[in-house]
Structure formats: C-alpha cells, structure tokens
C-alpha cells in the first residue's frame, strides 16, 4: 500500500537561507508525486509534480524537488527563503490501484527575518 | 479565472442541524472531490465522483452524503451533523483520474463548526 511520511512537522529558517523540507513514500508501484502549499486560510495550491519524467522537477517560486527511487524520497528545496514562503506544505503521492491520493500530515515552514 | 468555487467560506451549525456545501468548478474536468482537513491529519478523502453521474465513497464517508449535479458542480451534504464534523472543507478538481499526475486543483475551503 503507498503512504507518504513528512518527517518534519514544523521547520524554521532564516530569510535567504536555504530550506529543505523531507518527504518518503512508500509505493509498489511507479508512483506520481506532488507538493502543495497552503497559506493560512487559503486552499492548496500546486508547487510542482513528479510523473516518471525528469527525476528533478522545478516548480513555482524557485522550488524543486528530486524523485529519488533507491531512498525513496521526494524533498522539497529552494536555495533561499522568503518571507512570502511562510506556509503549509504537503507531499503527496497517488495510490495507484485505486487512483487515489495520499496526503501527508504536512510540514509548517516558519521564516524568520 | 474562478477555478473551484466552493461556498459558503464560513458557517456554524448546532448539532442536528443539516447543510450543504457547494461547489463549482469552471475548468471542464470530469473528476471532483470533498476532503476535510483536520490538524495534524493532512486531508483525507471523504467522496469523489470520477465523472458525471458517479460518485464513490473515499476514507471518511460516514455522516456524509454527495451530489453530482453536473459536470461543473459537486455538494456535499450534513444531514444531522455532529461536532466532529467540525474542521475545514476543500472541495478539488481534475481532468482525469489520479493514476496518470492529473494535477487536482482545491477551492479555499469552508470552515464548518458544530456546536
């Protein structure tokens, strides 16, 4: 069965540090994988997608993310926060028997000036 | 440039009481959804209909029921709601089915107490 492990639920960075938020899965099969942010009060929106192409994927407002098969992982990093950053982020991964998504628990990223 | 449109943004219920959430999307997708967020849980599923005239129960159904009225629009409905039903509802788009990366797309949510 897929699941998806976010193994931090909250990460503080300083301003125009690095972030780096972590995600495993777990799949049978070849799976399809995404981020998401959430800002307070606000729906989810789609940071970038992993479908068995390029194994690094760059997303909206300077994030990517690396699919790596052997450590299962799927982290999430940009060179330097920004404030605007401050947000939920979830890593999801689709279950591909029954098409359906798995959300993880989300990590909380905290930047500080 | 609408997107999912879900209302309303904001309700409190007595326990009992019923409700609809509505929802529209404007993307021309054949697959729509209803999850609830609750703190430290991440979303989890609670209907999804794959296309028009097809819904299907997901993780959490129990207490909930479902409209496909359209291909644009997707309600769920409280019929005697509890409050443990109390938390944040997103309603969610796609073209297609999950398998293939369909990209979903959410509404900003309804924030539903039950007191």
């Known amino acids: 069965a897929q699941s998806v492990t976010q193994l931090d639920s909250h990460v503080s960075v300083s301003e125009g540090t690095p972030v780096l938020l972590r995600c495993n899965y777990s799949?049978?099969?070849?799976?399809?994988l995404f981020w998401y942010v959430q800002h307070p009060n606000k729906g989810l929106q789609l940071l970038l997608k992993?479908?068995?192409?390029?194994?690094l994927v760059k997303g909206i407002n300077g994030f990517e993310a690396e699919f790596k098969k052997s450590e299962t992982s799927f982290h999430l990093t940009k060179p330097s926060a920004h404030m605007s950053d401050a947000a939920e982020y979830f890593c999801?991964?689709?279950?591909?028997?029954?098409?359906?998504?798995?959300f993880g628990t989300g990590t909380l990223l905290a930047v500080q000036p | 440039n609408a997107g999912v449109t879900q209302t309303p943004k904001f309700q409190v219920l007595k326990t009992g009481q019923s409700m609809t959430l509505q929802c529209a999307q404007d993307?021309?997708?054949?697959?729509m959804y209803w999850y609830r967020q609750d703190p430290g849980m991440g979303l989890r599923l609670i209907y999804y209909?794959?296309?028009?005239?097809t819904t299907d129960k997901g993780e959490v159904p129990n207490g909930y029921n479902v409209s496909r009225l359209n291909k644009r629009e997707f309600s769920l409905r409280l019929e005697s709601a509890a409050p443990s039903q109390t938390s944040v509802y997103f309603c969610?788009?796609?073209?297609?089915?999950w398998g293939d990366g369909n990209t979903i797309y959410f509404g900003e949510g309804s924030w539903l107490t039950v007191v």
């Open positions: 209909s794959a296309s028009e005239g």
């Open positions: 999801v991964v689709t279950q591909s028997r029954t098409n359906k998504l798995i």
């Open positions: 993307m021309n997708h054949n697959s």
């Open positions: 969610a788009s796609s073209a297609g089915t």
């Open positions: 992993y479908t068995s192409a390029a194994t």
């Open positions: 799949s049978s099969y070849s799976p399809s």
